[in-house]
Each structure stands twice: as structure tokens, then as C-alpha cells.
């Protein structure tokens, strides 16, 4: 039942921001990591994540189809708009690195919390370890894909911001 709320939740962040579609994939990487290998439970979940994540994105997009004939026309239409203004945004490989770094100076202390973690890995319970192997999986692929990404604005980075906190803590604690 969990895995199906969190699916609808990945669906909804889906519609209310394209770029949050990566959340099923770590929804994925979580199945993944809470089964460890290929059975029967691992398949039924699976199934409800995509279930779920269609529930909510299927009939918006069925909906945009009736509307325009093409059921990616908004996906395509906001790219398409970013696309046009990236000269002015465009900021570079590690904008988000020297920017997120400038403003939350805390962020030095990343690398040893990293380190920490690694270190200290035997001792963190697997349910622990699971849970921050997804966000942390979900941390990196958000921003992977906004620093590929050719338009930068620094309000982009905010749903990275959680992942970098719970590391540092660990380190600071």
C-alpha cells in the first residue's frame, strides 16, 4: 500500500513538474533495493508503482490528447519556451555547484558527511540504509538532470536541498 501512495505521489509531482518524473525511477531503485532479488513481491510491486503513477498521469494526458491531438503538446510547448531564453540562463556546467555553494555554506562539510556515511555503512540498519540510498539516489538524478540541463535558475536546485541537509547532519552529528 505504501509503494502505491508513493506512486501516486510520484505521479502528481509528474503533472506539477515535468522534471520530477525521475521520481519513478527511484520509486524503481527503492523496490529494488527493499527486495534485493527477483520474486513474486518484487514484481507485485513494481506493478502497483507503474499502476499507480498511471492513475493519475493517464487521464491528464488522454485529456491533453482530446484538446490538442498530441498528448505531449504541453511537455513539448515548455521545453520548447525554455529552449527559446536559454541564452539568458545559460550558466554553465557547474552553475549549481558554485551558486548552491556561494548561498548555503554548509555544503563543505558534503564530502565528509559522504565519507562518514561510507565509513559507518555496516552499522546503519538496512531499513535506514534503504531509505537513504533512495534519496540519495533521488538527490543525484534531480541534479544530474537540471545541471545538464541548458536553462539554470538556482530554484531549480531546491528539491535537492533535503538530500544535501540529511548528509551533512550526518556529518555535524
Known amino acids: ?3 502505491f501512495i508513493l506512486s501516486i505521489i510520484s505521479g502528481i509531482a509528474f503533472l506539477l513538474r515535468f522534471p520530477l ?3 519513478l525511477p527511484v520509486l524503481f531503485i527503492f523496490i529494488i533495493l527493499e527486495y534485493r532479488k527477483i520474486n ?7 506493478l502497483i508503482s507503474v499502476i499507480g503513477f498511471f492513475i493519475i498521469t493517464v487521464p491528464y494526458f488522454l485529456y491533453v ?3 490538442t491531438g498530441d498528448p505531449l503538446f504541453y511537455v513539448k ?3 520548447r519556451v ?22 548555503n555554506p554548509h ?15 555496516l552499522e546503519i540498519p538496512l531499513v535506514v540504509k534503504n531509505a537513504f540510498y533512495t534519496t540519495l539516489s533521488l ?9 545538464i540541463e541548458t536553462h539554470k535558475e538556482l530554484r531549480y536546485i531546491v528539491p535537492v536541498v533535503p538530500v544535501i541537509s540529511i548528509i551533512v547532519s550526518y556529518f555535524i552529528l
Open 65 to 67: 490528447y482530446g484538446i
Open 21 to 23: 518524473g525521475i521520481l
Open 139 to 147: 538527490g543525484f538524478l534531480l541534479f544530474l538532470y537540471f545541471t
Open 107 to 121: 555544503t563543505i562539510f558534503l564530502p565528509f558527511g559522504l565519507f562518514i556515511m561510507y565509513r559507518k555503512r
Open 1 to 3: 500500500m505504501n509503494i
Open 82 to 103: 525554455i529552449g527559446d531564453f536559454t541564452w539568458l540562463y545559460d550558466k554553465g556546467l557547474f552553475f549549481y555547484i558554485t551558486e548552491y555553494c556561494k548561498y
Open 77 to 79: 510547448t515548455g521545453h
Open 40 to 46: 513474486f513481491d518484487f514484481i507485485k510491486s513494481s
